[in-house]
T-cell receptor
Framework: DAKTTQPPSMDCAEGRAANLPCNHS???????VYWYRQIHSQGPQYIIH???NNETNEMASLIITEDRKSSTLILPHATLRDTAVYYC???????????FGAGTRLFVKA | KAGVTQTPRYLIKTRGQQVTLSCSPI?????VSWYQQTPGQGLQFLFE???????NKGNFPGRFSGRQFSNSRSEMNVSTLELGDSALYLC?????????????FGDGTRLSIL
């Protein structure tokens, strides 16, 4: 599975959009990009995933570059409850040796 | 729909003992994976089970083992516990483990070794 690189921490003002970048330059054609977040003392929460196209759900939007070497998770209107560690991972279609990196610690400030 | 349930939530053991952790996946999910999370190493993949068979394995010693039952529930066992085994153990389930199927995590079992 490809490795991902994320900034260790980011700040965002409450009510503004939070844009979290992820680099996955060694991604293979059959690997999906996934985003999870983890709030202290809880298990990781699934947010969104995609292969090539941009995706949107009730929680967030995922923008994947055309060459698929990077992506951005967008939380359109961040709230204090969005303060968490966000993990970007890539997974191929078979097997399940998912590799989590260190993630980005997002601080949403009032 | 109930989420992934892990029991117990907290456990305290001493060195040399063994421990068994339990995971009940989301109804209909047949793939169950286990992860270890520590402050130093982060989230590390232990193993994955599908249809009662171990399908993938991470780089952990043989003291860590697991099994899956016919109802997809899974257990993880750690024998001869060491201080370094203190961690949050997370279980995640998905429909069949395919790359296009999200894993959903439980809130984990926090294991402390004295």
């Amino acid at each position: 599975d490809a490795k991902t690189t994320q900034p260790p921490s980011m700040d965002c003002a409450e009510g503004r959009a939070a844009n979290l970048p992820c680099n996955h330059s060694t991604i293979s054609g059959n690997e999906y990009v996934y985003w999870y977040r983890q709030i202290h003392s809880q298990g990781p929460q699934y947010i969104i995933h995609g292969l090539k196209n941009n995706e949107t759900n009730e929680m967030a939007s995922l923008i994947i570059t055309e060459d698929r070497k990077s992506s951005t998770l967008i939380l359109p209107h961040a709230t204090l409850r969005d303060t968490a560690v966000y993990y970007c991972i890539v997974r191929n279609t078979g097997g399940f040796k998912t590799i989590f990196g260190a993630g980005t610690r997002l601080f949403v400030k009032a | 729909k109930a989420g992934v349930t892990q029991t117990p939530r907290y456990l305290i053991k001493t060195r040399g003992q063994q421990v068994t952790l339990s995971c009940s996946p989301i109804s209909g999910h047949r793939s169950v994976s286990w992860y270890q999370q520590t402050p130093g190493q982060g989230l590390q993949f232990l193993f994955e089970y599908f249809s009662e068979t171990q399908r993938n394995k991470g780089n952990f010693p043989g003291r860590f083992s697991g099994r899956q039952f016919s109802n997809s529930r899974s257990e993880m066992n750690v024998s001869t516990l060491e201080l370094g085994d203190s961690a949050l153990y997370l279980c995640a389930s998905s429909l069949e483990g395919g790359g296009n199927q999200p894993q959903h995590f439980g809130d984990g079992t926090r294991l402390s070794i004295l």
